[in-house]
T-cell receptor, first 112, second 110 residues
């Protein structure tokens, strides 16, 4: 299995609080992605990174920010969590944009 | 229009049956194609890549039809352990992301 670790695996937080999710890889892959998965919507891209300090928005980026200061770490921050951000968040990595992606185990976030 | 579309199912088939899933994609510049499997409350895992000439991995066969812009997955001799959601995934040669279908649910019944 690809070396991807997400933390925390589960989190419950209150509306309005900031939350940071971490994705750590040991594969030295260039591309890293954050997705959210909700019933009826499948996997939707939030943000992605194509190198250190190089990031771009996905289709559902509002309310989220990311940072990548090292190849191995990609952080997703919810500046002020809302109930609509209750979801399962998956990090993925890829060696190349046309090669297969490997996923972390997911973070189950509940905003109350 | 969605980049990738799949029939959500559910497909309920008996053990030993053959089942086929199709997936259509909208971007003719799509370059790479994959099938992923996702078990309940788990992360998606790569099942197989899909090559232009078609490819087989044991009981699984994947095919690509570029002219009609669809890919297919055939599962022969279904096992109980094949029960999962199957995701169709596409990338393009211009974008930096993967496009996922919403998945097709398969339940293999004893």
């Amino acid at each position: 299995d690809a070396g991807i670790t997400q933390s925390p695996r589960h989190k419950v937080t209150e509306t309005g609080t900031p939350v940071t999710l971490r994705c750590h890889q040991t594969e030295n892959h260039r591309y890293m992605y954050w997705y959210r998965q909700d019933p009826g919507h499948g996997l939707r891209l939030i943000h992605y990174s194509y190198g250190v300090k190089d990031t771009d928005k996905g289709e559902v980026s509002d309310g989220y920010s990311v940072s990548r200061s090292k190849t191995e770490d990609f952080l997703l921050t919810l500046e002020s969590a809302t109930s609509s951000q209750t979801s399962v968040y998956f990090c993925a990595i890829s060696e190349d944009r046309v090669k297969e992606a490997f996923f972390g185990q997911g973070t189950r976030l509940t905003v109350v | 229009r969605k980049e990738v579309e799949q029939d959500p199912g559910p497909f309920n088939v008996p053990e030993g049956a053959t089942v086929a899933f199709n997936c259509t994609y909208s971007n003719s510049a799509s370059q790479s194609f994959f099938w992923y499997r996702q078990d309940c409350r788990k992360e998606p895992k790569l099942l197989m890549s899909v090559y232009s000439s078609g490819n087989e991995d044991g009981r699984f066969t994947a095919q690509l039809n570029r002219a009609s812009q669809y890919i297919s997955l055939l599962i022969r001799d279904s096992k109980l352990s094949d029960s999962a959601t199957y995701l169709c995934v596409v990338t393009t040669n211009t974008g930096n992301q993967f496009y996922f279908g919403t998945g097709t649910s398969l339940t293999v019944i004893p």
